[in-house]
């Protein structure tokens, strides 16, 4: 259908914008830092306010072990891009499974401290306000984990059906920035709930 | 000769079946056609939430009125407050910016349109589940169906012990699930605008309605992601016993109220802003001059942004706060009055000496000029804490809202249907039948909304299903409602533009108003690629330079 146009020779060859991917995942993080601040800000606004136990300090003990697993996966998604954007892809293989790795360990320590509090301690999240917030905070961070583990788990499968490859590198960028994303909010929630809630 | 072709192409096309154009909008990922479904979906919504509205209304036309039953009337106002906000004012809003951002800034979609498709659908699966209350809503208890909470839903009103069956659930979902959608457009529209523009057209070159969106995406996801949370807060407390919102475990029944206000008072100016986006682009097309004091009305938006994150606990002055809150909520209150005073200011020096058309679009911005001067006039008396200890929570607040809701934003929103009517219909509203509409809803939103305030300030308290005779409240509800008929009157005759618009409306072109924003170069309606070749821009008027090849406006920017 006619349209007209208009165009100046002189301009657009070096027209570059941001990428659109990174800007959607930017914003994406914003959403989420919203989210977390409201569960941390109800958090911190009930510590010590709980009417009957367990509480935190009789109950609660720095998973120091699945912490450094989490912290350290971010190090081997970083290793992974690097490796994915210089067109190594086994090298990227190799880190990206490591970093599942991580992140899988780091989920088994959140089941095993939930299986202690609930059988062992008996506390669930309508026990108390502790355990009304412990729960949902640690459980809201435990659900992006898996979230993110499912997306790096759809990469891993795009890279052995063979369809991975260095020109995709921007967009297992972008995922690992969710990760890095996670792994930064772990570091909130520990602060929040293994130092400063006890 | 544009037209002609178009005319000649839909002649030649054969009709396809029905069933086939219906399984086209269900699976469109078009920014076109999702900003149409949003506004439809928007307009059904205003049709049911019209409904609530005179329901009530004809409740208190009178003292003693036994129209409906208290519980009635409290399903009423919560399902009227929700319908409203999030089904109708969002949905329209977020339409119009589907449909003109990717053309106004030049490109071909939005930057993730399948996002969009999935945003859309979210919006329309909370709208369900909303009114599915209706049918659902008893649950296995019997108990009363649609949520009756009110539309902030504070605690412990929301507590199982208080709401039995699933009505207040379907309100949770409702919200929890268009907030998602709300989100997804939100992260939409700023990759969109970041990331999408045509080339030369750098920040300082965007249209003002490109500007406002981008400050209100920015807000949606600063302001609708803690009521996300709140929401799964909510839920959790429901469903699996938790004590967030619950006094007698220690909970806090205030600490909901502040996180529904940190999203309730930011949503005002994720509202506000694409009204003063669409006045900040039809003012200056219909007083043929450029926009005054760009950069001012960029940075006033920004500022209006920031600031209305943090006035959200005025609402809660009656609640009773420290002496230093309410002293940081009244004055960051006012302050927000600074930068839409500036906003207000450049309209009218836009408007001044210039040559002004006032077609119907003109119209109801300048009616929006004068009516939201007063709104925020008397938001400004509610801003003082003092006073708002007295007229908090009467039909004062009522009708200080409404007429930023109604006489701000939702005449901003008519202005924008006649205005870009022709552009997506690719045919000329009526323009008698348009002012014709102008006029009936001016008039019954004055009688309407003007005199609900004496009531307020004669102590009428809001949300009550009846009230004693005598008290001198009767005559002005009595107004008030009959202004309900000229209003409803009006949205009748504008449906009626609408639909003879598309079907018997005389062709637009492509520019039927002289305007100068990207929008207009193509085609009415623009063909699914928007543009056969992306133009490119040297000002923010770049069809004014193409039309005025002797005098543009990239020589003095």
């Known amino acids: ?198 | 000769m544009m037209a002609g072709n178009t005319v000649a192409l839909s002649d030649i096309t054969p009709v396809r079946p029905l069933t086939v154009r219906l399984h086209e909008w269900v699976t469109t990922v078009d920014h076109k056609r999702l900003g149409i479904l949003y506004i439809l979906f928007g307009l059904v919504f205003l049709a049911l939430g019209g409904i609530e509205a005179t329901i009530m209304r004809l409740q208190l036309i009178r003292a003693h009125n036994d129209l409906v039953s208290p519980q009635v009337f409290n399903r009423m106002f919560t399902m009227h407050g929700t319908t409203m906000i999030f089904f109708v004012a969002m949905p329209l809003v977020f339409g119009f910016a589907n449909y003109l951002v990717p053309l106004m800034i030049g490109a071909r979609d939005m930057a993730f349109p399948r996002l969009n498709a999935f945003s859309f659908w979210m919006t329309a699966l909370g709208g369900l589940f909303l009114y599915f209350s209706f049918l659902g809503g008893d649950g296995l208890y019997g108990a009363g169906s649609a949520p009756d909470v009110g539309w902030f839903a504070y605690a412990p009103l929301t507590a199982k012990t208080f709401s039995v069956g699933h009505s207040t659930d379907y309100w949770i979902l409702a919200l929890l699930s268009s907030g998602i959608g709300s989100i997804g457009t939100a992260i939409n529209l700023i990759a969109t605008i970041v990331s999408m523009r045509c080339p030369g057209m750098t920040l300082g070159k965007m249209p003002l309605l490109v500007w406002l969106n981008l400050v209100m995406a920015s807000l949606v996801i600063l302001a609708v992601s803690p009521l996300t949370a709140a929401q799964i807060m909510l839920l959790i407390d429901r469903y699996l016993g938790a004590h967030f919102f619950d006094t007698q475990a220690g909970g806090s029944a205030v600490i909901w109220m502040h996180f529904f206000w940190i999203f309730g008072h930011p949503e005002v100016y994720v509202l506000v802003l694409p009204a003063f986006a669409f006045a900040s682009e039809i003012i200056p097309v219909f007083s043929r001059k450029a926009i005054f004091g760009y950069s001012v009305m960029v940075l006033a938006s920004i500022a209006i942004g920031f600031i209305g994150m943090s006035v959200w606990a005025h609402h809660m002055f009656t609640v009773g706060m420290s002496a230093g809150a309410n002293t940081f909520f009244v004055l960051s209150t006012m302050a927000i009055a600074v930068p839409t005073g500036i906003k207000i200011f450049n309209w009218l020096a836009t408007m001044w000496g210039g040559r002004i058309l006032f077609a119907t679009p003109m119209m109801f911005c300048v009616a929006f000029l004068f009516q939201f001067l007063i709104a925020g006039l008397t938001g400004v008396t509610l801003a003082v804490a003092p006073l708002d200890w007295q007229l908090g929570n009467s039909y004062y607040v009522v009708a200080h809202f409404h007429y930023v809701i109604v006489g701000g934003i939702l005449f901003c929103i008519f202005a924008a249907f006649y205005y870009w009517l022709p552009k997506a219909s690719g045919r000329m509203y009526n323009e008698a039948l348009g002012k014709l509409h102008f006029w009936l809803f001016f008039i019954g939103f004055h009688l309407t909304f003007d005199f609900m305030h004496v009531p307020g300030i004669l102590g009428m308290p809001r949300r009550i299903y009846t009230y004693e005779p005598g008290r001198g409240w009767d005559i002005w509800n009595l107004i008030v409602t009959i202004g309900v008929a000229f209003q409803a009157a009006g949205i009748l005759v504008f449906a009626v533009n609408l639909i003879w618009t598309c079907w018997r409306g005389k062709l637009a072109g492509n520019d039927p108003w002289d305007a100068w924003t990207l929008e207009w170069l193509t085609s009415s309606p623009p063909p699914a690629y928007n543009y056969a070749v992306i133009p490119e821009v040297r000002s923010r008027r770049p069809l004014w330079d193409l039309k005025h090849p002797e005098d543009p406006d990239w020589r003095y920017e």
């Open chain 1, 1 to 198: 259908m006619s349209t007209l146009a208009i165009s100046y020779p002189e301009r657009g060859a070096d027209w570059r914008l941001p990428s659109r991917g990174r800007v959607g995942m930017y914003c994406l993080i914003a959403a989420e830092a919203a989210i977390f601040t409201i569960f941390v800000v109800a958090y911190l606004f009930y510590v010590g306010k709980s009417i009957d136990g367990p509480l935190p300090k009789d109950v609660l003990h720095a998973p120091i072990f699945y912490t450094v697993c989490l912290l350290s996966s971010s190090l081997t998604v970083h290793l992974a891009v690097r490796r994915a954007k210089s067109g190594e892809m086994g090298a990227f293989a190799r880190w990206w499974l490591a970093t599942m790795l991580l992140g899988g360990t780091f989920l088994f320590g959140t089941a095993r401290e939930w299986a202690h509090l609930i059988l062992d301690e008996g506390l669930t999240v309508s026990t108390n306000l502790f355990g009304t917030t412990y729960y949902s905070l640690v459980g809201l961070h435990a659900f992006h984990v898996t979230v993110g583990l499912l997306a790096l788990l759809a990469v891993t499968a795009f890279y052995f059906a063979g369809d991975l490859r260095p020109e995709h590198a921007e967009r297992v960028e972008i995922l690992a920035m969710y990760w890095h994303f996670v792994d930064a909010v772990w570091v909130v929630v520990f602060t929040v709930v293994y130092v400063i809630g006890v």
